[in-house]
T-cell receptor, first 113, second 113 residues
């Protein structure tokens, strides 16, 4: 099956710093999503981004499907950004996921005040 | 609109016991799925469903059964619990439309003694 690798595995920042998280995948995908798992364990969908660039406040994401990677940018980080960031993909053709996502192992982000 | 609701939030079982993890969604989503998350790992797909009466296996289906009699509900059954099934279980749903993100429940933390 498809392989998803995220880097770095751990990241420690001071509040206000910027960061870039990377997701590499081993096969073509038509569905890529970024999630934030907060310290309470809840999974929040950040972006649905099989290609192109999207922005939502201090967060933005870019997926270059032809080169099989995606980047998540966090600017002016805050302590509430702490948690685990997951990239998840589905190689199924078309834009429909059918709920079958393959997750990377995540990047653990810690933001200190 | 409650989204995806999982019950119970916590459960402790003895080896060999059976139980059902409940998942309900009120968004009329066609697709539903179950994942497990083990320490330090991303989520892995157990079973999924593309609609009432239709289910299929994911990456780690052994030891689990599912059924989908209604659009709203997708229970996960452990017939004979084993310590290896100690994990956090997440249920997710998404609609039958292209480019729609997955919505996750808050998880069930299950310990098998």
């Amino acid at each position: 099956g498809i392989q998803v690798e995220q880097s770095p595995p751990d990241l420690i920042l001071q509040e206000g710093a910027n960061s870039t998280l990377r997701c590499n995948f081993s096969d073509s995908v038509n569905n890529l999503q970024w999630f934030h798992q907060n310290p309470w364990g809840q999974l929040i969908n950040l972006f649905y981004i099989p290609s192109g660039t999207k922005q939502n406040g201090r967060l933005s994401a870019t997926t270059v499907a032809t080169e099989r990677y995606s980047l998540l940018y966090i600017s002016s980080s805050q302590t509430t950004d702490s948690g685990v960031y997951f990239c998840a993909v589905d190689p199924n053709a078309g834009g429909t996921s059918y709920g079958k996502l393959t997750f990377g192992q995540g990047t653990i982000l810690t933001v200190h005040p | 609109n409650a989204g995806v609701t999982q019950t119970p939030k916590f459960q402790v079982l003895k080896t060999g016991q059976s139980m059902t993890l409940q998942c309900a969604q009120d968004m009329n989503h066609e697709y539903m799925s179950w994942y497990r998350q083990d320490p330090g790992m991303g989520l892995r797909l157990i079973h999924y469903s593309v609609g009432a009466g239709i289910t299929d296996q994911g990456e780690v289906p052994n030891g689990y059964n599912v059924s989908r009699s209604t659009t709203e509900d997708f229970p996960l059954r452990l017939l004979s619990a084993a310590p290896s099934q100690t994990s956090v279980y997440f249920c997710a749903s998404s609609p039958y439309r292209d480019y729609q993100p997955q919505h996750f429940g808050d998880g069930t933390r299950l310990s098998i003694l």
